[in-house]
């Protein structure tokens, strides 16, 4: 396959529903490193100026610990350039499309809002959900959609109790994440999962400002504010609620916390206004590594009878096979840098105000690295300390924040379903997301036996 054909494979989001292209990846990344991506017109995606992919491991790294040379603030954090200015401003608002000394700032804010009370007080929680999941999936039929049915639900139920969300709003997340992660498929640009009759009344106050799909069907832009209002309606609710009477949820503490080294001349506290785009933050970035993170494990576990049999035997191995599910899997594939200076990566020049977007999926199967790549193999971790550093929660300064939470929902959750399971196999294919960005599992049939 020619170069251009490759990396056009690559970028076209309607590649992914048939699986990731790891062979492409794989020679790219062998004999090159780093490659120039075009960036045709697509459907709902206009035509760019194109970017460099990075491939290779190292390389990975060191773009993500230099926010100097490489901003997430100057473009964004997606491929796709912002459609207008204003565009632009809004998500520069997000602590996800911040450099330094921004996103230092309210990082250290929200760091100190995971109090150890409070995340024992999760742990507890998960512990309770997880039962609770797999006491729903025993008491119905032997085959079960995984995917949206046990794994969605968990990141859901936990993110209502980071953010103080009534648990009974909690698929208002889902349809918000649907809609801004699986833009580019028809199945959840118009999400509405959420019953509004089972919902709070601050939920049905803010979905009267959800948007309403056009002539041809489509939502306004998910990343503009426009195009997700009934979050930030939601999110402001929320947020006055929290000031006026403050929970002992991860936000209510957010909101109350000051900032002791705050930089010259800014302010200590979150406003009300930083709180809407961490509430964005957390309902869906927060909810999509996990909620596709964990059908990945789990289809390496049903592919691989062994390992199943493995885990069943010693669930103590399953904390270790779960930082194998996230790097054989990477639900996150890619992320965006824009370079601020002419720079080099991998031998090419790189010129400032050009995009340099980050290939997770392939760092974390980089050869150098980690032997085998390809292979699901439960015991990597262990026998290879340098598998820690798998890519699939990032690196450097946007090193994800709910890391350790999402080690603690995956290991809690698979350790209820195969104590309280006899088998597991596929009842059927899986379905993928039509996305060059989340590595998304749509639907996935599972038969069990208790």
Partial sequence: ?????????????????GG??????????????????????????????????????????????????????????????????EDLRYVQQMMLNMDPPEHTRLRRLL???????????????????CRGIVDRMLAGPPEVDF????????????????????????????DWANRVIGWQDPDYA?????????????????????????????????????????????????????????????????????????????????????????FWLFAVAGNETLRN????????????PAAQEALRADPERIPAAVEEMLRWWTPVMTF???????????????????????????????ETVYPDPDTFDINRYARTPRAKAHLAFGHGPHFCLGANLARIQMTALFTEVLTRTTWLEPAGDPTFLRSNFQRGVKTLPVRWSA
């Avoid at 504010?225 to 936000?251: F, N």
């Avoid at 824009?338 to 997770?360: H, P, Q, Y």
């Fill in 111 to 129: 760091a100190k809002s995971f109090t150890p009370r409070a995340v024992r007080e999760l742990e507890s929680q998960i512990a309770g959900h």
């Fill in 336 to 366: 965006r840098r824009t370079a601020t200076v002419d720079t080099e990566i991998a031998g090419e020049s790189i010129r400032a105000g050009e995009k340099v977007v980050v290939s997770f999926t392939s760092g974390n199967r980089d």
């Fill in 20 to 85: 990731v292209p790891f062979e492409v990846l794989a020679d790219l990344r062998r004999d090159r490193g780093i490659v120039r991506v075009a960036e045709p017109a697509l459907p709902g995606w206009p035509s760019g100026p194109g970017y460099w992919l990075v491939l290779r491991y190292e390389d990975i790294r060191e773009v993500l610990s230099d926010p100097r040379t490489f901003s997430s603030a100057v473009g964004g954090t997606q491929i796709r350039d912002p459609a207008t200015p």
């Fill in 1 to 17: 396959m020619s170069l251009t054909a490759s990396t056009a494979l690559l970028h076209d989001p309607g590649t992914y529903p």
């Fill in 190 to 278: 118009v999400s509405a999962f959420f019953d509004h009759d089972q919902g709070s009344a601050m939920a049905r106050e803010a979905l009267r400002s959800r948007p309403v799909p056009d002539a041809a069907g489509h939502m306004p832009d998910p990343r503009s504010r426009e195009g997700m209002a009934d979050l930030y309606a939601y999110a402001h609710l929320l947020g006055e609620a929290k000031r006026r009477s403050p929970g002992d949820d991860v936000m209510s503490i957010l909101m109350s916390a000051i900032d002791d080294d705050p930089e010259p001349g800014g302010p200590s506290r979150v406003s009300l206004e930083e709180f809407e785009n961490l």
């Fill in 147 to 174: 995917a949206k049915d046990v794994a969605a639900d968990l990141p859901l139920l936990a993110l209502a109790d980071i953010l103080g969300v009534p648990s009974e709003d909690r698929w208002l997340m889902f």
């Fill in 293 to 304: 993170g964990i059908p990945g494990g789990m289809i390496g576990v049903l592919a691989d």
